[in-house]
């Protein structure tokens, strides 16, 4: 059975940092790419940042480039993103997800929700003024 799991969400005051945890099983980790994901009541669920366990490139949404880290423990089958400097507007529930297409072509076209796989259940960060 495919899951994946993610930890590590909760409430931050605006310029704080939280690292979120993705851990995966039931299937070749390194054979997927394994991407963050976020959706803010309201709104369309938006492709934060992915990361190719093949060879370990990254991709990385407009918004956040400079502020989160994805990285990946293929020992381990868990990526992690981490997030600083956040912002209110950061506030969202985080899903993490995989996809077998390799990262340029899930990618191509910013980080599709449709790209993917397989699905998290999602974990709440939310950010204060």
């Known amino acids: 059975e495919v899951q994946l799991v993610e930890s590590g969400g909760g409430l931050v005051q605006a310029g704080g940092s939280l690292r979120l945890s993705c851990a995966a099983s039931?299937?070749?980790?390194?054979?997927?790419?394994i991407g963050w994901f976020r959706q803010a009541p309201g709104k369309e669920r938006e492709g934060v940042s992915c990361?190719?366990?093949?060879?370990?490139?990254?991709y990385y949404a407009d918004s956040v480039k400079g502020r989160f880290t994805i990285s990946s423990d293929n020992a381990k089958n868990t990526v992690y993103l981490q997030m600083n400097s956040l912002k209110p507007e950061d506030t969202a529930v985080y899903y993490c997800a995989a996809t077998r297409l390799p990262l340029v072509v899930a990618t191509m076209y910013g980080l599709s929700p449709r790209s993917m796989d397989y699905w998290g259940k999602g974990t709440l960060v939310t950010v204060s003024s």
């Open positions: 039931g299937f070749t980790f390194g054979d997927y790419a």
């Open positions: 990361i190719s366990s093949r060879d370990g490139s990254t």
